[in-house]
């Protein structure tokens, strides 16, 4: 019997640039997720993909003077190769110029025009394409020489746009998004970030335009094809799109939406937790269950910025320290959630710290002790003490129940701070029981703490698949655990180690990361 769905997504990415670390960060956050819930029994359906339209997309290919569509097959291509070079495990990548996207916005768009939930009128505001977002005057900032700038952070300088528009009846959603706000306590992660939507809903909505006439780059409007579409309102239902939208009877569709979660960066949360779920109620469609708006990545201390040169490309990061080290070193350092500074310093730290010295060490240790004082074998158990039950209880299943629990609220950090203080109970197991020093004297007991400690890395390294997913695969090879029995319903039960099956020779998981010299 499949398991009970999950459904989670990354932002789409627009294709006027390449990828950086703040994009590879989402989806690693949402591998780990979708890992995690697979090897608990759930029936994952991880999503990412490519944001394709737009005037930000055509204005970067003009500047090119080459055609958008090239632009985005150019672009979205690397999208898909990062998802590849950092083993990310999305069950598909959706592009918004797909032929299954065009239909279901158009569909959207049609059901919201049916219900008198978009109007034609004029637009006359303010416009930062490179936010594509709209502003009211009230909210612009005096830039220098006096130009206005958007509210976002990005510097962006605003441009006057007029012209006829559709408009999307979101004031008239106000009172509705906040009672489904106060109904669904839950539905915008952290809590400090759901205070600011809720203020911003709370000082009221203005009608939203959803369409423009002035550039082509886009879904055409049914039925009035000088508009396009803008572009949010388009990108948006990417999520829909994927689980087989229109057809709501669809097996995706019914099996899978609404969407567990939507993983956002800060930057786009209104846009995800204000009008995407007004959309979708007055399309007559269920919102999400949740959006987690995670914070923003400096390097070391800065704006990361393409006119600063100093944009972090994740992949000449996973050659330099490896790809477990980059996923530990992102998921741990910064409570997710939290603005992260990048810093190589506390990259090495972590990586030798957590990883060399703690999993890497206990892992290389015991491995050892079991290879030259158990014949290669794994030991014998038996003549077992308090102790050891305790330890395989804070390694095994009470190790998982924390960590699922924070994994639900995705609190990375705090499923990996859980997982290594299981580690450091490990290590002080050993210190407590010498085995090396029962060989002589008590070497049935020696057998025992050694089991202990085979089972409690065992556990552990199914524990970690989520996180460091290739040195814990490495893990069980070496603990001789066979493929089919990695999953969390192992942890306890037959999962168990059998004595007596034979072991390949330990070799180190974690090595110490040595800066190179005048680096
Ligand atoms: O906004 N730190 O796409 P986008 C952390 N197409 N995360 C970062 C980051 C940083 N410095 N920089 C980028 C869009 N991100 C729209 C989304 S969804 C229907 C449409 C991540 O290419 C973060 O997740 O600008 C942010 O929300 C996203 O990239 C923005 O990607």
């Known amino acids: 019997m499949a398991g009970e769905p999950f459904y989670v997504t990354t932002p789409i990415y627009y294709v006027n640039d390449v990828p950086h670390i703040g994009h590879a960060y989402t989806t690693l956050a949402c591998d780990a997720l979708a890992r995690f819930m697979r090897l608990d029994g759930r029936d994952v359906l991880f999503l990412t993909g490519t944001d394709e339209h737009g005037q930000k997309v055509e204005k970067a290919a003009q500047e090119l003077g080459i055609a958008p569509q090239e632009l985005a097959d150019r672009n979205s291509a690397k999208f898909r190769k990062l998802a590849a070079d950092m083993g990310y495990t999305n069950d598909d990548f959706i592009r918004t110029t797909e032929g299954r996207h065009l239909k279901a916005v158009q569909h959207l768009w ?181 959006v987690f708006a995670h914070g923003w990545w400096t390097n070391e201390g800065q704006k990361i910025s393409k006119s600063l040169g100093n944009v972090i490309d994740p992949t000449a990061l996973v050659a330099e320290y490896g790809l477990d080290q980059v996923r530990y070193f992102l998921l741990r350092e910064v409570p997710f959630g939290n603005d992260g500074d990048f810093s190589r310093a506390a990259m090495v730290q972590r990586i030798n710290g957590d990883l060399a010295n703690g999993i890497g060490n206990l892992a290389q240790r015991t491995l050892t002790l079991i290879q030259r004082n158990c014949e290669a074998k794994i030991p014998q158990g038996g003549d077992s003490s308090d102790g050891d039950s305790d330890l395989r209880r804070a390694c095994g299943p009470s190790l998982l129940a924390a960590m699922r629990q924070n994994m639900e609220q995705q609190r990375f950090h705090m499923a990996l701070q859980e997982f290594m203080s299981a580690v450091s109970a490990a290590d002080a197991y050993i210190t407590a029981n010498e085995p090396w020093a029962l060989k002589k004297t008590d070497p049935h007991r020696m057998s025992a703490v050694l089991y202990t400690l085979a089972e409690a890395i065992r556990t552990l390294a199914i524990l970690a698949q989520p996180f460091i997913p290739d040195a814990a695969s490495r893990l069980l090879d070496q603990l001789a655990v066979p493929e089919g029995k990695r999953n969390f319903s192992q942890i306890e039960g037959e999962g168990a180690l059998t004595p007596g099956t034979d072991l390949p020779k330990p070799e180190g998981i974690f090595p110490r990361h040595v800066q190179p010299s005048g680096a």
């Not at 441009?159 to 839950?186: I, K, M, T």
């Open 110 to 290: 049609r059901i919201l025009r049916e219900r008198d939930e978009i109007y034609l009128g004029t637009y006359a505001g303010w416009y930062s394409v490179r936010d594509e977002a709209f502003f009211n005057e009230s909210e612009l900032i005096k830039g220098e020489n006096g130009k206005l700038i958007a509210p976002t952070g990005t510097g962006a300088e605003v441009e006057w746009v007029e012209g006829p528009s559709y408009f999307f009846r979101l004031a008239a959603w106000q009172d509705r998004l906040l009672e489904f706000y106060h109904r669904n306590p839950d539905f915008i992660a952290p809590e400090s970030r759901r205070n600011e939507v809720l203020s911003f809903v709370k000082g009221g909505l203005q009608d939203l335009s959803v369409s423009r006439t002035s550039f082509k780059w886009g879904v055409p409007v049914p039925d009035d094809p000088d508009h396009v579409m803008y572009v949010w309102l388009d990108a948006l239902t990417n999520y829909l799109t994927a689980v087989g939208y229109p057809d709501t009877e669809s097996e995706a569709f019914t099996t899978y939406w609404p969407a567990d979660l939507h993983m956002v960066g800060k930057d786009i949360l209104r846009f995800h937790a204000v009008f995407w779920p007004a959309f979708l109620l007055a399309a007559g469609i269920e919102p999400p269950q949740r």
